[in-house]
């Protein structure tokens, strides 16, 4: 079965720290995966999209990774602002155009 | 402005009764998708559908139906079937990745459905 999980469920953090988020899958076949940040009671918004064929990408202070050997990818987090509370979900696309969604990680920024 | 508009916000369901969320999308996308999210839990994919007049059961379709007699359009009901609607419902929509290669979905804001 192609489960995606995300741990730990909650982290809180300093501002002005760096930060990582964890996310890993169990099937190595993926075609990609999406990294998106849902803020209480709304839709998420997608932050980054690695492809089967990269290794990482970028977008101002944050940077996704992606190791299918591993079945994980990290999404780094520099400079954390409280701005950057809410909750972070990754999403697996297996081949099929369906996405598989880990469970979240909720982040505080303590200012 | 382009994207994804999800009607109810917050929806309340009496029992035995059938009730429709709307989702429109004005961004010529060809996929549609609805999920569902549980606190504590991921979203759960319930329809999708990758073209007009067609559309596939996800991994929790039962208690649900949809259409897509529209591309713009893809409604969700949620039928008396369904024994525990309470939920947030979400809708997203993406680019055929044959056209464009990789996308990522775009998704509305999402439905609160509650029972009476």
């Known amino acids: 079965k192609q489960e995606v999980t995300q741990i730990p469920a909650a982290l809180s953090v300093p501002e002005g720290e760096n930060l990582v988020l964890n996310c890993s899958f169990t099937?190595?076949?993926?075609?990609?995966l999406q990294w998106f940040r849902q803020d209480p009671g709304k839709g998420l918004t997608s932050l980054l999209l690695?492809?089967?064929?990269?290794r990482e990408q970028t977008s101002g202070r944050l940077n996704a990774s992606l190791d299918k050997s591993s079945g994980r990818s990290t999404l780094y987090i520099a400079a954390s602002q409280p701005g950057d509370s809410a909750t972070y979900l990754c999403?697996?696309?297996?081949?099929?155009?369906?996405?598989?969604f880990g469970t979240g990680t909720r982040l505080t920024i303590i200012p | 402005d382009g994207g994804i508009t999800q009607s109810p916000k917050y929806l309340f369901r009496k029992e035995g009764q059938n009730v429709t969320l709307s989702c429109e999308q004005n961004l010529n996308h060809d996929a549609m998708y609805w999920y569902r999210q549980d606190p504590g839990q991921g979203l759960r994919l319930i329809y999708y559908?990758?073209?007009?007049?067609?559309?596939q059961k996800g991994d929790i379709a039962e208690g649900y139906s949809v259409s897509r007699e529209k591309k713009e359009s893809f409604p969700l009901t949620v039928t008396s079937a369904q024994k525990n609607p309470t939920a947030f419902y979400l809708c997203?929509?993406?680019?055929?990745?044959?056209?464009?290669?990789?996308?990522?979905?775009?998704f509305g804001d999402g439905t609160r459905l509650s029972i009476l």
């Open positions: 997203a929509s993406s680019i055929d990745r044959g056209k464009t290669g990789n996308q990522p979905q775009h």
């Open positions: 999403a697996a696309d297996f081949g099929n155009e369906k996405l598989t």
């Open positions: 559908s990758q073209i007009v007049n067609d559309f």
């Open positions: 099937d190595s076949a993926i075609y990609n």
């Open positions: 690695i492809q089967s064929s990269q």
